[in-house]
């Protein structure tokens, strides 16, 4: 079992930044994949960004060249640095990790980008 606790959400204003964080109870150096999702109100759970465990990464288009997501094994800890937030980016965050043994999911925290 692998606990996982986000942390960093917020009320920002569009253009601001925020940087969530991920904590596992567990090294995630073995994990086969971190993640960022997301949830607006009403909508569907959505894949933001992604690192694998050789370090590559990938983004969902709406959020390249705004969002970057990086680790610190050091601290079994995922971060999503998130830039030139637009009011689009508000939703639920979520941190999912993916193991061998299977995958795990955050709490959440709430990002509100609102002038």
């Known amino acids: 079992q692998v606990q996982l606790v986000e942390s960093g959400g917020g009320l920002v204003q569009p253009g601001g930044s925020l940087r969530l964080s991920c904590v596992a109870s567990?090294?995630?150096?073995?994990?086969?994949?971190m993640r960022w999702y997301r949830q607006a109100p009403g909508k569907q759970r959505e894949l933001v960004a992604n690192?694998?465990?050789?370090?590559?990464?990938d983004y969902r288009d709406s959020v390249k060249g705004r969002f970057t997501i990086y680790t610190d094994n050091a601290k079994n800890t995922v971060y999503l640095q998130m830039n030139a937030l637009k009011p689009e980016d508000t939703a639920d965050y979520y941190c999912?990790?993916?193991?061998?043994?299977?995958?795990?999911w955050g709490q959440g925290t709430r990002v509100t980008v609102s002038s």
């Open positions: 999912m990790a993916m193991f061998s043994t299977g995958n795990y």
């Open positions: 567990r090294s995630i150096v073995s994990a086969d994949a």
């Open positions: 690192i694998f465990g050789g370090g590559r990464t």
